[in-house]
């Protein structure tokens, strides 16, 4: 009785330790994982920060004011008489779509159908 004792004991004794090991073995695993995932995220934030100051440049006002009066001279500024022609022509547009019968899917898929 002894023996059997002894030999329940070790086995149980021995399957708490290879789950121990296997655990030890995912945990590594998981770290490796978890600490790839952040040298990833940390490359992203560096080149979303690089992208963000290309922005900043290209979106600057004495820039873009520069590259229009050297690459623009015969531009002009819109009369507010041409803006509101372009108004009445995008809304005649809109009440001849809305009009016009729509698709279920195509309603589904469209950008205004997800505003």
């Known amino acids: 009785m002894r023996s059997t004792a ?3 004991v070790s086995f149980a004794l021995l399957l708490t330790l290879v ?3 296997q655990n030890n073995s995912n945990l590594r695993q998981l770290r490796a994982e978890v600490k790839h995932l952040q040298e990833v995220i940390k ?3 560096s080149r979303i920060a690089v992208l963000r100051v290309d922005y900043a440049n290209i979106t600057r ?3 873009l004011e520069y590259l229009a009066e050297h690459f ?3 531009l002009r500024v819109a009369k507010t008489q ?15 779509a809305a009009s ?3 698709n279920a899917r195509e309603e589904a898929l469209s950008y205004e159908a997800i505003k």
């Open 72 to 74: 623009l001279p015969d």
């Open 19 to 21: 789950f121990a090991l």
């Open 6 to 8: 002894t030999l329940l």
């Open 61 to 63: 006002i004495s820039r």
């Open 82 to 96: 041409q803006v509101r022609v372009l108004e009445a022509q995008d809304s005649s547009e809109e009440v001849r």
């Open 100 to 102: 016009e019968p729509r």
């Open 43 to 45: 490359n992203e934030k």
